[in-house]
T-cell receptor, first 112, second 113 residues
Framework: GENVEQHPSTLSVQEGDSAVIKCTYSDSASNYFPWYKQELGKGPQLIIDIRSNVGEKKDQRIAVTLNKTAKHFSLHITETQPEDSAVYFCAARAYTGNQFYFGTGTSLTVIP | SQTIHQWPATLVQPVGSPLSLECTVEGTSNPNLYWYRQAAGRGLQLLFYSVGIGQISSEVPQNLSASRPQDRQFILSSKKLLLSDSGFYLC????????????FGPGTRLTVL
């Protein structure tokens, strides 16, 4: 089955700096890659996603890049703000469409 | 628009007691439904998923079970809770298409004492 690895597990940045979280996947048939933000005590919320026919997608301060050949994708947050502090999860959707495989999460802290 | 509900929001139960957590989805039909457990400070562990009424796939052998009595209702149950069942339980839904995302509910915080 699919295996998703996520790094780093914790990340601290100064407000205004950029943050990058990286994930790798093993199954070349996976074709959908969402990123979720989870605040304390809440369910994960989708923040951005990318499909395998696209190399990069941007939404304001958030961007995701996908390298299908290397089987890795990354989340980029620019001009970080304290409200960006949360746990971020990457995921890959299996080619069968039924299961989502999650990374182990990155705890991001933005220091004011 | 679609909405996913979970209840209760929090639950404190003694060891050995039964459990029933409910999840319902509004605004879509025939969704794939999922139950995850999240231990404190940890990642998401898939427990069960369902692609239709009465169809349940179990990912982790344990004392929990799931049922889908209606198209948009997913129930997580246990006959006897263990201390290790404590955690944050998340229900999620997704369309049955390989490039659509998964949407999570607000979660249920379960503490077994």
């Amino acid at each position: 089955g699919e295996n998703v690895e996520q790094h780093p597990s914790t990340l601290s940045v100064q407000e205004g700096d950029s943050a990058v979280i990286k994930c790798t996947y093993s199954d070349s048939a996976s074709n959908y890659f969402p990123w979720y933000k989870q605040e304390l005590g809440k369910g994960p919320q989708l923040i951005i996603d990318i499909r395998s026919n696209v190399g990069e997608k941007k939404d304001q301060r958030i961007a995701v890049t996908l390298n299908k050949t290397a089987k890795h994708f990354s989340l980029h947050i620019t001009e970080t703000q304290p409200e960006d502090s949360a746990v971020y999860f990457c995921a890959a959707r299996a080619y069968t469409g039924n299961q989502f495989y999650f990374g182990t999460g990155t705890s991001l802290t933005v220091i004011p | 628009s679609q909405t996913i509900h979970q209840w209760p929001a929090t639950l404190v139960q003694p060891v050995g007691s039964p459990l029933s957590l409910e999840c319902t989805v509004e605004g879509t039909s025939n969704p794939n439904l999922y139950w995850y457990r999240q231990a404190a400070g940890r990642g998401l562990q898939l427990l069960f998923y369902s692609v239709g009424i009465g169809q349940i796939s179990s990912e982790v052998p344990q004392n929990l079970s799931a049922s889908r009595p209606q198209d948009r209702q997913f129930i997580l149950s246990s006959k006897k809770l263990l201390l290790s069942d404590s955690g944050f339980y998340l229900c999620a839904w997704a369309r049955d298409r390989t490039t659509d995302t998964q949407y999570f509910g607000p979660g249920t915080r379960l503490t077994v004492l």
